[in-house]
């Protein structure tokens, strides 16, 4: 697209009265969320199920990890502050970590299933 001098004109003007506006800062800067590392048990999730759950995580990768890596801390401590499960005891759920290969960047994922044990 070529653009004439009036139109060339019009855009500096335009956005250099925002950039003095601004003084070169970002206009609507957004705090981060704060990094938890530590565990989340302490808060309860929604209702008082009672049922254990067996938890299966399951990460398609291209490379296979040592099964020392593939930590499953990180994923419990999201599903109790989500409120899908209730704490982090022993009493309270199963979990099942696996790894599977996959063929593609495209299909790499990490699936999480819940389910009840009778």
């Known amino acids: 697209m070529r653009w004439t001098q009036q139109q060339?004109?019009?855009?500096?003007?335009?956005?250099?009265?925002?950039r003095n506006q601004t003084r070169g800062m970002a206009s609507g800067p957004k705090p981060e969320p704060i990094v938890q590392h530590e565990s989340v048990a302490k808060k309860k999730g929604k209702g008082s199920d009672s049922t254990r759950h067996l938890v299966?995580?399951?990460?398609?990768?291209?490379?296979?990890?040592?099964?020392?890596?593939?930590?499953?801390?990180y994923f419990i401590d999201?599903?109790?502050y989500?409120?899908?499960?209730?704490?982090?005891?022993?009493?309270?759920?199963?979990?099942?970590?696996?790894q599977e290969l996959v063929l593609t960047?495209?299909?790499?994922?990490?699936?999480?299933?819940?389910?009840?044990i009778p």
């Not at 989500?82 to 696996?98: L, M, R, T, Y």
């Open 82 to 98: 989500a409120g899908a499960i209730c704490g982090d005891s022993p009493k309270e759920f199963q979990v099942i970590v696996n």
């Open 78 to 80: 999201a599903l109790i």
């Open 8 to 18: 060339y004109d019009d855009y500096q003007r335009k956005h250099t009265a925002a």
């Open 56 to 73: 299966r995580v399951t990460s398609f990768r291209l490379q296979l990890l040592d099964e020392r890596n593939l930590t499953d801390k």
């Open 105 to 116: 960047a495209a299909l790499e994922r990490t699936e999480i299933i819940i389910t009840a």
